[in-house]
Structure formats: C-alpha cells, structure tokens
C-alpha cells in the first residue's frame, strides 16, 4: 500500500473524490495524460460496470489496465486473446485426475477481481462470448456447476480498431456488456515529447511497479464508495433528460438501430457515480452529457445509407446529444 493509502471507511462523496483523486495521482505517475480514460474507468468501477478500450498499438491501453489495477488493490488477472484460445482456457474446466480417479476443477484467469481481457478482438466469437455469462451475471458455469466471481468482478478489454488485420468485430450482445467503449487516442505533441523523454529511457516501461505506482485503496474502500454513490440523488428532471436522450436515438435516419431502456438504466447509475467522484451528492446535466458519447456509441448502428455517405457514429452521437435540451 502506498503512503496515501485509504485506509478509514468511506462515508460521504468528498471521501469518494478524495479517493478518485489519489487514484488518479498514482496512475499519473506511470501513464502520460489519458485523464478522460482514467475518468472512465473510475465511473466504470464505482458504477459496477466494464470497460472497453480501443486505439491502435501503442497507446499505453495496456499500461493504464494494469496500472488502475494496481492502484485499486484488487486481485489482478491477464488474458492476452489470440486466435487460438478456447474458451476452456478463460473459465476452466474439470480435468480428471489419474492418481485419485476424480475431475478436479481447475480455475480460469477469469477467477479474479480485475481482468484485463488484453487485444479481445483477436479471437474468434465463440472464445469471445466464454466472457458474456461472466460479465452480465458474475458467474461462469462449468459442467453444469455455476460458480461466482465475486460482486466486484470487473472486465477491463483492449480492442485494436477494425479495420487492422486479424481481428474478429465483437458480437452487439457482448458489446452491449459494456458500459463505456472509450477511444484512446494518439497523444498531444507535450505529451508525446513526455513519453519519449521518460519512457524511452526506462527499461521497465511495461511494469507500474517500476515507476511507483502503488495501492491507494482495497476491495473495503472500493465497496464503501459504491454504497456511497448508490446515494447520490437523481431528480425528476435528470431522470426526463436521460430519457430524452436515449428516445432520441431511436427513429433516426442515419441509424439503424437505436439503444434500448437497459442503456438508460445504465447512464442513470454512471452519471451517480461521476457525481460522487466530482464530490456532490447529485447527478447535473452535464454528467450525463459528459459520459453518454463512450455509452451510446458501441449501442448505436450506423443504417447501410451513413455509412456509404461516410457518417462517423461519434457524429451521430454529438447531434443528438445537441438536438435533445438539457434541464437548467
């Protein structure tokens, strides 16, 4: 644990901000900006929901995982999906034993409390949906047997873009698993020029460890601030404007498909947890404008007509979080 280690229970959102904060400094300390990503994957955690990441190689995708996994205190576990893994080798699978004559279970790399599901787009559908049980009900069944993984179970997944080589489109029942996709992006010119001047010289570049980084909480503090944020009010008004929002994807042209009432309920419980970790106890407009982009645009399908004329889903999004009025 580090020095500034949340050790004293968490009982009002100013506790939880305070965490949210240290949680952010260490991260700082191994990974240059990505302060949105952060920020996603703190609502992710406290909202109980899962996290796609996608960029191209090279964004420190990886880095910002382990490095958040590190920085929470949670049991930690890596898949790195190939074209070849098989769904036994994510959940398990009863081995017989010869010397007592009896199948044995033997636990997956799912068994754990943060999974980095690393390049998941690299393998095909049916290892990719080994991960659909898991995600929406915290459990995984194994001959039959249901086993759990925990309240706090949480997927954390890195995607390479479609359009590289040698990648599988994840299936829209598995996407829509996620509560975010956040793009992670080339960084700015100043924040490159920081990566090359202390990455380029540190042989452990991979290994948060190596810069400092440290816990800052454990699974006690994790579990006080979501009781916290399940406090956080949500007026009538914010309540209407989220629904506002996700009518308003439905019965657009450039659309196909719109996203459904679980995408609201969803948005409702993140913009809980974006209030919380900003210190107040309720929910403005501008959480929910802030997080609906990395929630609406995995939930949203492009009609055949936008994407001949070239319409990008980030666009779409934008104009429909524009058109629909916010409450004052």
Excluded: C
């Excluded at 898949?79 to 070849?84: H, K």
């Excluded at 993984?149 to 599988?168: D, K, S, W």
């Excluded at 400092?212 to 009538?236: E, H, M, T």
């Amino acid at each position: 644990m580090g020095e500034d280690t949340v050790t004293g229970a968490i009982t009002t959102v100013e506790d939880v901000a305070a965490l949210a904060q240290a949680i952010r400094g260490e991260i700082g300390k191994a990974v240059v900006g990505q302060e949105q990503t952060v920020e996603v994957l703190l609502v992710g955690l406290f909202a109980g929901g899962h996290v796609l990441l996608e960029g191209p190689p090279g964004t420190a995708k990886t880095l910002l995982a382990r490095s958040f996994a590190r920085v929470i205190g949670l049991e930690f576990g890596r898949i790195q999906f190939t074209p070849d893994l098989m769904p036994g080798d994510i959940i398990g699978a009863n081995l017989f034993n010869f010397q007592t004559s009896t199948f044995t279970l033997t636990r997956g790399p799912i068994f754990t409390d943060l999974l980095l599901a690393d390049e998941i787009n690299r393998t095909p559908p049916k290892t990719q949906a080994a991960l659909l049980e898991a995600m929406q009900e915290r459990t995984v069944t194994i001959d039959g047997e249901s086993l759990s993984l925990g309240e706090r179970f949480m997927v954390v997944a890195t995607q390479n873009p479609i359009e590289q080589q040698g990648v599988y489109p994840l299936p829209e029942a598995q996407l829509d698993r996620f509560l975010f996709k956040q793009t992670v992006d080339y960084p700015s010119a100043a924040e490159e020029r920081r990566i090359i001047a202390t990455h380029g010289a540190h042989g452990h570049a991979m290994e948060p460890a190596e810069w400092g980084v440290a816990a800052v909480a454990n699974a006690a503090a994790i579990a006080d601030a979501i009781a916290v944020v399940g406090q956080v009010r949500l007026v009538d008004e914010v309540i209407d404007y989220i629904a506002a929002l996700i009518r308003g994807t439905r019965g657009v042209a450039d659309l196909q498909s719109g996203a459904s009432p679980r995408a609201g309920a969803m948005l409702a419980g993140a913009a809980r947890a974006r209030a919380a970790i900003d210190g107040r106890d309720f929910v403005i407009p501008d959480d929910v404008k802030a997080l609906a982009p990395a929630l609406l645009r995995h939930r949203l399908i492009l009609s055949p007509a936008a994407e001949i004329d070239g319409r990008a889903i980030e666009d779409v999004v934008a104009s429909i979080i524009e058109t629909i009025e916010a409450p004052r």
